[in-house]
């Protein structure tokens, strides 16, 4: 599976977007990406995923550049309670197929 | 969404005992469980990848002795950390896949963790 990059840390005002990039440029057409955050001693939560086209859901949008070689992450209207880590992934939907976590970005919502 | 839960979700031991932390999907059959570890301010690193019926498969690096991995039904997986050192202190995380037209796309369902405390 594809090597992802994303910044270790970022701040965001509440009610702001929060806007999380994702690099990706090993990507192959089979492979998608996939977002999951963790908050602080918890499991990761499921926030989104696509392929190549932009997907909305209702906790965040995902923007999918034209090349695949990089994504964002938006949460419209973040909150105290986005406040986590947050992971991009890129696997083939195999079967069985694991995921690999990278570093992430923690995200700090500042009141 | 799918749920999947943790037992127990904080263990304390002693050093040289064995510790079996169980991983059940609540509401979906799970053909396949995945087990991960996370050491503090670290993210998840994947343990071992384990199918119903059969043996686990482990990453590099990870001692199938020391971590035993049972799959004895598609609703439940153990790993038991055996022979416990403070070494093995760590978060324990499981996560459960559907394999059918139900999750075309292998999505994981993350259990809640376990933190185990070797003393």
């Known amino acids: 599976d594809a090597k992802t990059t994303q910044p270790p840390s970022m701040d965001c005002a509440e009610g702001r977007a929060a806007n999380l990039p994702c690099n990706h440029s090993?990507?192959?057409?089979?492979?998608?990406v996939y977002w999951y955050r963790q908050i602080h001693s918890q499991g990761p939560q499921y926030i989104i995923h696509?392929?190549?086209n932009n997907e909305t859901n209702e906790m965040a949008s995902l923007i999918i550049t034209e090349d695949r070689k990089s994504s964002t992450l938006i949460l419209p209207h973040a909150t105290l309670r986005d406040t986590a880590v947050y992971y991009c992934?890129?696997?083939?939907?195999?079967?069985?197929?694991?995921?690999?976590f990278g570093t992430g970005t923690s995200l700090t919502v500042i009141p | 969404g799918a749920v999947v839960s943790q037992h127990p979700s904080r263990v304390i031991c002693k050093s040289g005992t064995s510790v079996k932390i169980e991983c059940r999907s609540l509401?979906?059959?799970?053909?396949?469980m995945f087990w991960y570890r996370q050491f503090p301010k670290k993210s998840l690193m994947l343990m071992a990848t384990?199918?119903?019926?059969?043996?686990?498969?482990?990453e590099q690096g990870v001692e199938k002795d020391k971590f035993l991995i049972n799959h004895a039904s598609l609703t439940l997986s153990t790993l038991t950390v055996t022979s416990a050192h403070p070494e093995d202190s760590s978060f324990y995380i499981c996560?459960?896949?559907?394999?059918?037209?139900?999750?075309?796309?292998?999505?994981?369902?993350f259990g809640p963790g376990t933190r185990l405390t070797v003393l």
């Open positions: 996560s459960a896949s559907l394999t059918s037209s139900g999750n075309p796309y292998n999505e994981q369902f």
């Open positions: 090993t990507i192959s057409g089979n492979e998608y």
């Open positions: 696509g392929l190549k």
């Open positions: 992934i890129v696997r083939r939907v195999t079967p069985g197929n694991q995921f690999y």
């Open positions: 509401d979906f059959q799970a053909t396949t």
């Open positions: 384990s199918n119903e019926g059969s043996k686990a498969t482990y």
